[in-house]
């Protein structure tokens, strides 16, 4: 059984950095992608990060390009989400997902509150 658990949210000035965590526990066997995903309440989940295969391949939405860096630890079975120059427009629920063979596994997710 896959799990993902998020930390790392919480509470950060206009212009701060957090870094989003997630672990994943169970077999990863024929991990496709890992990546972070955001909602607003109300609103569908938007693409925001995603590293593909080996590690060597990443990708960002637009609205995060510049800002967040998505990495990986294989060893760890971590993913993280480096984020920089947060805005309040940044303020919403964060989520990590993992695609394996053809299955998507989802986190519970993390708050993320920027202050203006």
């Known amino acids: 059984q896959v799990q993902l658990v998020e930390s790392g949210g919480g509470l950060v000035q206009a212009g701060g950095s957090l870094t989003l965590s997630c672990e994943v526990s169970?077999?990863?066997?024929?991990?496709?992608?890992m990546g972070w995903y955001r909602q607003a309440p109300g609103k569908q989940r938007d693409f925001v990060a995603i590293?593909?295969?080996?590690?060597?391949?990443?990708n960002y939405a637009d609205s995060v390009k510049g800002r967040f860096t998505i990495s990986r630890d294989n060893a760890k079975k971590m993913v993280y989400l480096q984020m920089n120059s947060l805005t309040p427009e940044d303020t919403v629920a964060y989520y990590c997902?993992?695609?394996?063979?053809?299955?998507?596994?989802w986190g519970q997710g993390t708050l993320v509150t920027v202050s203006s």
């Open positions: 997902h993992v695609r394996i063979l053809t299955r998507d596994f």
């Open positions: 169970g077999s990863i066997f024929g991990l496709n992608s």
């Open positions: 590293i593909i295969g080996g590690g060597s391949s990443t």
